[in-house]
Structures are given as C-alpha cells and as structure tokens.
C-alpha cells in the first residue's frame, strides 16, 4: 500500500490522494485500508517514516566508505542522497520529509527539518567525532532549511534538477558549515582547555 501510495502522490498530489484510489491501486479492499490506517494523513506519514529510514540508510552506507576522510565528505553525501532520492525514489518530490502534509509529520515536538537535522548531527558526530552540542544542531537544521529550499528551485526550473542550482547549494552550504561547525569545535576546545588550566594548581 506504501508503494501505491508513492506512485499516487506523483500522479494526484496530496490533495488528490483519496483511500479510494489507493485501495484500487493497490489492488485490496477499502476495509484492508482502513485495518492499517485510519485516513491518508496516516498512510502518508506511514511513507514518509519510511523513506527518512531509507535516507539515513542510505547515508550510513556511504559514511561507512573509506573514502570519507572529513565531515564534509559526509555533508556532500548526505546533499547528493538528497537529490537522488529526489530523482529516483517515487512520491519523494512531491512529499519531501512531509511538509506538504503537516511540518510535524514525522514528530508533534519538532518540524520536519529540524527531525532531519537531529538524525544528520547524530551520523556526523558518531562517524566523524563532531563535539554533539546544541550549536551543532542549530547550524545543521539552517543548513537543512536551505539545502531544502534550493534543491527544491532546482527540481521546479527543471524536471530532473538544474545543475547549475544544486551546485551552488552545495557550494553554500558546505561553506556555511565549514565555518560554523569548525566554530562549535574551536569553542568547544577552547571550553576544554580553560576548564583543564582552572583546575591546575597555582
């Protein structure tokens, strides 16, 4: 019922999805729908969930190469996935992470791209060995927001992503991070080695 359910939201859009046509697409009947899900607001957080774990899957794949050396080799990854799953996984580019459902699908306490912030700050720093601070997640969900926002001109200028766009978000947002995730490291150093230097005896 997922897959139809992506397929139908590439045809119909949110709006048109209806429990009808997806019980006719997925070829069972309208009470087996309903046996899971009580109106389409849940199937689709129910596709949405699903592609989030897909994401992250596929980033933990990715970091667990090699050839990652640095965080932003994780960044760039975790921008590429984005615009993969844009072109490749069906219902993505009409849903996203589910804001054009409710900006807290995926959780009631947090917007959809802050969920997605949190997931992305927890890779970097077990893969990577970022400092886990609140500045960290901050500056990821403003990353977030604006990686979102111009792959998502990218795929209106051109139905398969202007290049062009998506190279500058990359561009944008790894030079944003560099300099304020390098930020949370510095401080969270310079915290480290005044905490050490107090505590030494005069």
């Not at 080799?73 to 459902?101: N, S, W």
Request: proline share 2%; aromatic share 8%.
């Amino acid at each position: 019922m997922l897959d139809a359910c992506a397929e139908l939201v590439d045809e119909v859009g949110y709006e048109g999805l209806t429990t009808t046509l997806l019980a006719e697409r997925a070829e069972v009947a309208i009470g087996s729908v309903y046996q899971f899900f009580p109106d389409k607001r849940a199937i689709v957080q129910a596709l949405t969930l699903r592609t989030m774990e897909s994401y992250l899957q596929r980033l933990d794949e990715r970091f667990a190469s090699d050839e990652m050396t640095h965080w932003w080799d994780g960044v760039d990854a975790g921008i590429d996935e984005y615009i993969t799953m844009h072109r490749t996984v069906p219902g993505f580019r009409t849903l996203h992470f589910g804001d054009v459902v409710d900006l807290h699908l995926l959780d009631e306490q947090r917007d959809n791209n802050g969920v997605i912030a949190d997931q992305l700050a927890r890779v970097l720093t077990e893969r990577f060995g970022l400092t886990d601070v609140p500045k960290l997640r901050f500056v990821l969900e403003i990353a977030v927001e604006a990686a979102d926002a111009l792959i998502k001109l990218a795929f209106r200028r051109k139905s398969d992503g202007d290049e062009r766009v998506l190279l500058e978000a990359k561009a944008l947002i790894r030079e944003y991070l560099h300099r304020q995730v390098d930020g949370c490291d510095s401080e969270q150093s310079a915290g480290a080695a005044g905490a050490t230097e107090a505590a030494q005896p005069a």
